[in-house]
C-alpha cells in the first residue's frame, strides 16, 4: 500500500502543500508516517528549498496525493 507524507508549509501569506515522501522512495508504512513525520519532515525542510518556511500542518495519506496547489 503507497502512503504519502504531504506538509503544509507558510512563508507569510503564501501556504502550499508538499509531498515530502511516499512509501516508494522511503518504504514508510502508515505507522512510520503517523509516528516519525515530525522529525522526518523537519529534515526535509533544513535540507531543501523551504528552509524559510513554516509547518503549519502535515498528512500522512494512503495512495498518490497530488498537492492543492498542482491539480
Known amino acids: 500500500m503507497l502512503i504519502t507524507l504531504v506538509a503544509l508549509l507558510c ?5 502550499l502543500e508538499k509531498v515530502v515522501t511516499n512509501s516508494d522512495q522511503s518504504s514508510i508504512t502508515m505507522m512510520d508516517c503517523q509516528v516519525h513525520a515530525q522529525a522526518g519532515i523537519a529534515e526535509w525542510l533544513q535540507n531543501g528549498p523551504y528552509r524559510s518556511w513554516k509547518l503549519q500542518s502535515y498528512k500522512c495519506v ?10
Open 62 to 71: 494512503v495512495g498518490k496525493y497530488t498537492p492543492k496547489s498542482q491539480a
Open 11 to 15: 512563508n507569510g501569506q503564501v501556504c
